[in-house]
Every structure is written in C-alpha cells, then in structure tokens.
C-alpha cells in the first residue's frame, strides 16, 4: 500500500505509523504543507493520513494554502480514497466535509479514558479496540460528526473523539500513533502543560506512556484491515 502524509509541523510526523510502514513493506510519501510542497496526484497513493498541528482550525480555514488542503482532502474522500486524520487533521477533515470545530471550555491534555460508541462496537473495523481504554489527548478545540458520519469514540470531557465515514474514512482526536520519542517532542515544542480541570502534569502525562503498547495495537489493527 501506498500511504501519503500531509505534515504541518516538524514534531507532528507519523511517529509509529513509520514503524508499522517499515514492519509491513508498505511505501510512503510526505507533503510538508508548512513548507508550501506540491500536492501529489491522486493516482499516486491509496491512502491519505492528515496529520496534527498547533493551529487552531477555526483561525486558519479560510486561509488560501488551507482552503486548498481540504479541497485536497475532500477530493481524496470522493476519489475513494482510505482517509484518516489525527486530531487538528481529522479537525480539519471534519470541516473539509461539512462538518465544523468549536472551543471546548476546557483544554484536554493527558492520558484519559475513551469509549467507542454502539455504532463502533459493531463496526469489524474497530474489532481491535477494547470497549473502554485510556488514550493520549492533546487539544482544546472539537470537531463535530460529519454529514453521514458516526461517531465512534467518546469521552467524559469532550464527546467527539472519533468519527468514520463509510468504511474508508476515519477521524481521531486520540493521538494512537503516539511513542515515547515522540511525547517528548511534544513536550520540548510545546511545555509544561497549563493547568486546567481536564489536564495533567507533565509528570503525569510521561507516567501516562504504561499505555502507548495498547494505544499503538489498535492502530496498527485498524491499518492492517485496511491495508488487506
């Protein structure tokens, strides 16, 4: 398989999604989109992954380089394409396809626990994934549900935490591609986290990586079914 990357921060990259590329012979490419890089064609992959960054959806959507991004996704979508965005990316995907992004009240920052939905639970897709388990989260704004989409993950704090569009479109706000190396670029860009009701210490995040092992397998679930 195929699988191409739209990257908007240096730190922001495909983190165990690489490993998972490298453990099954698959091939990869990258557009920078901070770098302003050409878009490939679409005959050129069989997978698109959007990946996170530290902007806000709702400052940058109507920015020309960004209303080009998700005409991009967008046509992906529609050219059947498998596409599956990470936090700011599946925000971005969720406006890209009617949906939109509001400000939570509070930032979630840590490790905290998730639930698929009914709609997941009975999806093949989701087979690898517990009912219940404890994921990374990092972001203050939510995506809402797509037109046609389903919610797939839910969370205490924030209850859009995972949509799917037919069988070949997945939005994620829990970072499953998530490593060790790569929450402590998170943590060198970004900081301390700012204290807040749903947010933890840096402490407590990096304590929180007991359960990356688990995180990673149902990503590496969901891709293996895809890539069969």
């Known amino acids: 398989m195929r699988i191409h990357f739209l990257q908007h921060e240096e730190f922001e990259h495909p983190a165990y999604i690489f490993k998972w590329i490298n453990d099954r012979g698959h091939s990869f ?16 992959f069989d997978m698109l992954i959007v990946l996170g960054s530290l902007a806000s959806v709702n400052e940058i959507q109507d920015r020309p380089e960004v209303q080009r991004e998700m005409d991009f996704i967008r046509q992906a979508v529609d050219d059947g394409k498998y596409v599956i965005g990470f936090c700011f990316g599946a925000q971005l995907m969720s406006v890209s396809l009617g949906g939109k992004v509001t400000s939570m009240a509070h930032r979630e920052i840590g490790w905290h ?11 093949d897709h989701f087979k690898c994934f517990p009912e219940r388990f404890i994921a990374p989260i990092w972001h203050g704004d939510m995506f809402s549900i797509p037109p046609k989409a389903q919610r797939t993950i839910t969370g205490e704090y924030c209850p859009n935490q995972g949509y799917m569009l037919g069988d070949k479109v997945f939005g994620f706000q829990v ?19 700012v204290p807040g009701p749903n947010v933890q210490s840096s402490q ?3 304590e929180g990586l007991q359960h990356v092992e688990s995180v990673n397998r149902m990503i590496t679930g969901l891709l293996d079914q895809l890539a069969e």
């Open 175 to 193: 970072l499953l591609h998530m490593t060790p190396f790569n929450l402590e670029e998170f943590m060198d860009v970004i900081g301390e986290p």
């Open 29 to 44: 490419s990258i557009t920078r989109v901070d770098g302003g890089e050409e878009y490939p064609g679409f005959s050129e």
């Open 204 to 206: 407590e995040v990096r």
């Open 113 to 123: 626990e998730v639930r698929l939905t009914p709609d997941a639970r009975s999806s």
